[in-house]
């Protein structure tokens, strides 16, 4: 749980800053380039240890070229979506999820180039099989990840009307449930069916509010002032 800081009823900070969102991709965009130039400066030496077969230095050469390229791209994409990911703490863990989910969508993209630029697929026998296979699995992985990301658009961040991190809400559970009441909104997440983390006004019960449920059974009370401060 990373509920939003509260501070005598009022958002500490309401955004993460642009250190928190992109000083991971940064350092990887530093150490990438900084490895590719440091193959392109000692290319040759580093060709005459790997590979001792004259006719394979060419083609060895080229491929490299291609993963020097593959991995400067896919680490700029790594900081522009740094830059442009979603940092309104008022989203809760769902947020940082999101975040995740965009995460390991690029890494497959990166490995699935990978495979395609070493031409590792049409390599014959067992490893071009298991290259295959591997490939065919990463497509699914890829497609699976599209599918959280746009999920998540939809519930979390394409309505202004959603719940959000300091929220009061009122939710009834009905008849079968021990949940009723007003709540005060701590997180909101994606684990499993995604989820909204709550601390019941009168009793201090923190519970966990799976999403449907929440968006079905409860309406929002009042949203916190400050909410709409930026800090």
């Known amino acids: ?6 501070q005598n009823d009022h ?9 928190e969102k992109m000083y991971v991709s940064v350092i990887t965009l530093v150490i990438t380039v900084t490895t590719c130039t440091q193959w392109y400066l000692h290319e040759d030496q580093l060709i005459e240890m790997f590979v001792q077969m004259e006719e394979d230095k060419a083609n060895f050469k080229d491929k490299m070229e ?22 309104d703490k008022r989203n809760g863990s769902a947020r940082l999820h999101f975040n995740y989910y965009n995460n390991v969508a690029l890494a497959i993209l990166t490995v699935y180039g990978i495979v395609f630029v070493t031409d590792a697929i049409n390599v014959e026998g067992f490893i071009g099989l298991l ?39 009122r939710y009834r559970g009905g ?3 021990p949940i009723n009441g007003r709540f005060e909104v701590l997180d909101i997440h994606q ?3 995604g989820g909204v983390i ?24 009042s949203r916190t002032a400050s909410a709409t401060d930026e800090y």
């Open 198 to 221: 709550a601390r019941d006004v009168n009793t201090g019960q923190i519970v966990d509010i799976p999403l449907p449920t929440a968006l079905f059974s409860g309406s929002r009370v």
């Open 131 to 169: 290259a295959r296979t591997f490939y065919l699995v990463l497509a699914l992985w890829y497609l699976a990840m599209l599918r959280m990301i746009q999920k998540s658009l939809d519930k979390y961040f394409s309505n202004e009307e959603f719940i959000q991190v300091g929220d009061t809400m």
């Open 11 to 19: 958002f500490v900070r309401r955004y993460d800053t642009l250190f």
């Open 1 to 6: 749980m990373n509920p939003l800081r509260i």
């Open 66 to 87: 291609a993963l020097r390229q593959l991995f400067i791209i896919c680490s700029s994409l790594l900081v522009l979506k740094g830059y442009y990911r979603t940092a």
């Open 175 to 177: 008849d079968q449930s």
């Open 191 to 193: 684990r499993g069916i």
